[in-house]
T-cell receptor
């Protein structure tokens, strides 16, 4: 079993749709959590951190459930520019090491 | 925010050439940097963890004599692909984080390496 698992998709949604991605992690001692987006042939870019209380940034909402060891990303009112691969990232406590999920591919269509 | 610069962004060279890639943290000090490789339509694969002033830690299956890592200062790590062959063609990306544990990694722009 992988340390960080994501549904690879692809998710194909129309513009304006709401889409949610889930990610599970196996290390219960994991300390911090992030969502990145990666466009084709580009480096990953930090989208948002994920906090226990949940956090929102515009159309994006991230949630963390430590008991069930999963994090989620909700995108509302999808735009064409949201098309990308979304990577779930988990940091081990004090290890300075991040574990990446394989990514979920989203395509938003007109 | 934290900025990581990677150079060069694109390299095309002949088989047998050694290629050096630089990764710099521009506005913070990074005791640890990471080197990844990504083949088309595949996931990021961690190659090694670069530690300032000490030897890099390589992931299983990554040849340390093939991929030489030097982390000479708190803002610079280099990856040298020695005697590169076509199968080494890939997208190489470095990253660094401010501190450890609860900080996100910030990535360089990546280097697209093509070996002819």
């Amino acid at each position: 079993r992988k340390e960080v698992e994501q549904d690879p998709g692809p998710f194909n949604v129309p513009e304006g749709a709401t889409v949610a991605f889930n990610c599970t992690y196996s290390n219960s001692a994991s300390q911090s959590f992030f969502w990145y987006r990666q466009d084709c042939r580009k480096e990953p870019k930090l989208l948002m951190s994920v906090y226990s209380s949940g956090n929102e940034d515009g159309r994006f909402t991230a949630q963390l459930n430590r008991a069930s060891q999963y994090i989620s990303l909700l995108i509302r009112d999808s735009k064409l520019s949201d098309s990308a691969t979304y990577l779930c990232v988990v940091n081990e406590a004090n290890a300075g090491k991040s574990t990446f999920g394989d990514g979920t591919t989203l395509t938003v269509k007109p | 925010g934290a900025v990581v610069s990677q150079h060069p962004s694109r390299v095309i060279c002949k088989s047998g050439t050694s290629v050096k890639i630089e990764c710099r943290s521009l506005d913070f000090q990074a005791t640890t940097m990471f080197w990844y490789r990504q083949f088309p339509k595949q996931s990021l694969m961690l190659m090694a963890t670069s530690n300032e002033g000490s030897k890099a830690t390589y992931e299983q299956g990554v040849e340390k004599d093939k991929f030489l890592i030097n982390h000479a200062s708190l803002t610079l790590s280099t990856l040298t692909v020695t005697s590169a062959h076509p199968e080494d063609s890939s997208f190489y990306i470095c990253s660094a984080a401010q501190g450890v544990g609860n900080q996100p990694q910030h990535f360089g722009d990546g280097t697209r390496l093509s070996i002819l």
